[in-house]
């Protein structure tokens, strides 16, 4: 379901940041930073669709 899905995301945010926190070497902080984007923009659009306030079903 999708409210298991956005714990998913969630867990998976908080995950990131803390190896975000660990992270030394400055390509692996980009490579994770871009994972947390990506990772954090799901979640978006997962809760707005949950919220109704964006039609999850494709324009055409």
Do not use: K, Y
């Amino acid at each position: 379901t999708q409210g298991d899905e956005t714990m998913t995301i969630e867990q998976h945010i908080e995950e990131l940041r803390a190896e975000l926190n660990n992270a030394c070497d400055a390509v692996e902080r980009r490579e994770i930073q871009t994972e947390l984007e990506m990772a954090q923009a799901e979640l978006a659009v997962i809760t707005a669709e949950q919220d109704g306030s964006v039609d999850a079903e494709p324009p055409f």
